[in-house]
Nanobody, 127 residues
């Protein structure tokens, strides 16, 4: 059973940056797609970004494209989300998730495609 723990959240002013980390314990996630999702106050959880198991392919929601960057370090069994030019609308709890299926060629955006989830880390952006 993969366990995921997010860290790196906090409070920043508009235009600031944060780097979120997703540490996995248990089985390796080196063969799995990693996704990041977020849930703002009063909103449904939404897709933010995903990265393929080898890290050569990425996908971003339009709302974060050009500002956020997803990466991974398979040697450390971890994923990351670098967030820059943060806006108040980026305020949300951020979750990382991993797909149990290995070596996928696609990058799923649907929550149902991911099997293991962290507890989330809060990001608050003030104007």
């Amino acid at each position: 059973q993969v366990q995921l723990v997010e860290s790196g959240g906090g409070s920043v002013q508009s235009g600031g940056s944060l780097r979120l980390s997703c540490a996995a314990s248990g089985p390796t996630i080196s063969g799995s797609t990693i996704g990041w999702f977020r849930q703002g106050p009063g909103k449904k959880r939404e897709f933010v970004a995903a990265i393929s198991w080898r890290g050569e392919s990425t996908d971003y929601a339009d709302s974060v494209k050009g500002r956020f960057s997803i990466s991974r370090d398979n040697a450390k069994n971890a994923g990351y989300l670098q967030m820059s030019s943060l806006k108040p609308e980026d305020t949300a709890a951020y979750f990382c998730a991993v797909d149990r299926r290995l070596f996928r060629s696609d990058l799923p955006r649907a929550e149902r495609e991911y099997d293991f989830w962290g507890q989330g880390t809060q990001v608050t952006v003030s104007s």
